[in-house]
């Protein structure tokens, strides 16, 4: 019996059984030219799969050993760790950037209290309150402040002689529709909604206008006029020092008078001596009364 089962076996009688078998396309199957070869092979390969299957701790730390296997895990353990890592940077920086922010209104906030005397506590709201509003519709909290500074030396209670109340002496009639949103105009001496009112119309007459400059001139209801009797340069140069302030810079509290010469007197006298005209008038009311819009 195990003499026939080998005989098969014999090279001869399996070359002519495989060639038989494989007639088909010889020419394309390796099978059919090395049949021992295959058959070892084949039995190689079980030998490995029996090996595997009783000892299959094995394979894993074959196929752990691989190197698409461990780029593969390398991946897997360092994306999560690159992510943490930009997520925390992120965060450091958001945190750096309000700290910054926080330090900028303090300082300001002390300078004003103490360039105008107002309380602590009011100068925080005003420099607060500037300067979220500033971020809401994308203007300069600094120029907000100057502003202020410029129109009512940040008293929420001022009031011109034109109907102009408030910090930023708004127009609360000619502006009505802009308070309806904080509960109409009898709120406009309320310094939050006056700040937040005043910035806006700020903000569209230099968006109109093209220019800070222009912009300030319209604000101050000098749009028509040929000049704004200064009221536009004394709130840039009031802006500059709340930027410098800003910055950590040292910034003198105390406003230094200017000293005029009797020379410069006499030219005045001079000059005032003679009539103004109608467009004269207006544009010196505008000078002494900056807080027209």
Known sequence: MFHSFFKLFHLPNLKNKTTHLFSIAPKRLL?????????????LLLLVIAFFCIRPELARNVGDSLPISEAHASASHTLPE???LIKTDLMQTEEHSKLDELKQKQRVASWI?????????????????????????????????AVMAIESRFNPYAESSVGAQGLMQVMAKVHADKFEDHGGIQYALDPV?????????????????????????????????SHDGGYGAKVLTEYRKLKAV?????????????SVSKRSIRQKKVINTAPLTGQEKKESAISDNPALL
Not at 207 to 217: A, D, F, N, P
Not at 246 to 258: D, E, H, I, N, T
């Open 31 to 43: 099978i059919a030219s090395h049949p021992r070869m295959w058959i070892v092979g084949t039995g």
């Open 82 to 84: 690159t992510a943490s």
């Open 113 to 145: 209290s103490k360039r105008y005397r107002i309380a602590g506590k009011a100068s925080n709201l005003f420099v607060t309150t500037a300067y979220k509003t500033a971020f809401d519709i994308g203007l300069d909290p600094h120029l907000i402040l």
């Open 193 to 225: 909604v006056n700040i937040k009112v005043g910035a806006k119309i700020l903000k569209e007459y230099v968006k109109q206008k093209g220019s800070v400059e222009l912009g300030l001139k319209s604000y101050v209801g000098a749009a028509a006029m």
């Open 246 to 258: 800003a910055s950590g810079s040292r910034v003198p509290v105390l406003v230094q008078a200017k």
